[in-house]
């Protein structure tokens, strides 16, 4: 198990900039992948960006560009650093992680927090 705490919505305006963490229970190096996930009202959860323990990252086409994930071992935190915000931006993010035992993977998630990008 890992407990995984967001932090850092909030309400910003077009082309602003927000900075989201993820603070995990255990140590990152214990798990497969972190990675920042989007729920907008009436959409399904989307994958943003994810990172992997040998820092690879991915991103979703429509954040190319704009945002960045990033990781600090150390502090077994995560990152989304969010430029440029678009309205169809808006949506609860949520910070997971996954790891393999096995065969199996296991997928922990945070509580999610807002954002809101509007004039």
């Known amino acids: 198990q890992v407990q995984l705490v967001e932090s850092g919505g909030g309400l910003v305006q077009p082309g602003g900039s927000l900075r989201l963490s993820c603070a995990a229970s255990r140590t990152l190096f214990t798990l497969n992948a972190m990675g920042w996930y989007r729920q907008a009202p009436g959409k399904q959860r989307e994958l943003v960006a994810a990172?992997?323990?040998?820092?690879?990252?991915n991103y979703a086409d429509f954040v190319k560009g704009r945002f960045t994930i990033s990781r600090d071992n150390a502090k077994n935190g995560v990152y989304l650093q969010m430029n440029s915000l678009k309205p169809e931006d808006t949506a609860v993010y949520y910070c997971n992680a996954n790891e393999r035992i096995g065969a199996s993977r296991y997928d922990y998630w945070g509580q999610g927090t807002q954002v809101t990008v509007s004039s």
């Open positions: 990172i992997t323990k040998d820092g690879s990252t």
